[in-house]
């Protein structure tokens, strides 16, 4: 059933859009049999079960993991050695210690800046002006690559609202692009999960995350 939801999925994504799989609370096997669809960018937002699976699957070298939920500062080091991309730098203090982090062990993070569009204020992410900010001061960053935004709608049935949501970030990533050109690696835009993806492919998502689509539901 994995393999046939990815060879659907993959029928109506537009080639140059990554597919990024959200393995998260499914067992390895599960990533075993998407791989063997093809599918190669995993999604996890668990640093322990990250690494875990990071160590499971070293078998398969050409796997890309990304890492898209809250990270904390005491977990970087189950997540950033190994992260293809962090799609989730919530926070200056986050940022901050990647940075760090990155010239203590001579690697460059690449990393996605979460711009907070949804209504709910449980959800994480910067404010447009803090992205502003940062990207300002870009350079300080010797040790981190900005790659991008990332968002996520507002959990609602309601098409109007979520299109509104990623009209916004659409928008934002296009100024940003325009007042930033030096930035040359700030391309990407990863909106859009199971139930919106196709909406978020109309506003230029460039990454889409879905899990329960391929995997089901989650197996907690």
Known sequence: MIQENIIAIRQELPPEVKLVAVSKFHPVEAIREA???????????????????VEELKDLSDLEFHFIGHLQTNKLKLVLPY??????????????AIQ??????????????????????????FKEEEILDIL???????????CGLMGMATHT????DIRADFARIADFRAYLQDLF????????????MSEDWKIALEYGATIVRIGTAIFGERQY
């Open 136 to 146: 300002f001061r870009a350079n300080k960053y010797t040790h981190i690559r900005f």
């Open 35 to 53: 791989y063997a669809a093809g599918q190669r960018a995993f999604g996890e937002n668990r640093p322990q079960e990250f690494a875990k699976k």
């Open 83 to 96: 992260a293809h991309l962090v799609q989730s730098v919530d926070s200056q203090h986050l940022l901050d």
């Open 157 to 160: 049935d309601c098409e109007e």
């Open 100 to 125: 760090d982090w990155g010239k203590a062990n001579g690697k460059v993070i690449s990393v996605l800046l979460e711009l907070h569009i949804g209504a709910e204020q449980t959800k994480t992410g």
């Open 181 to 192: 050109p030096e930035l040359a690696d700030f391309r990407e835009l990863s909106i859009g």
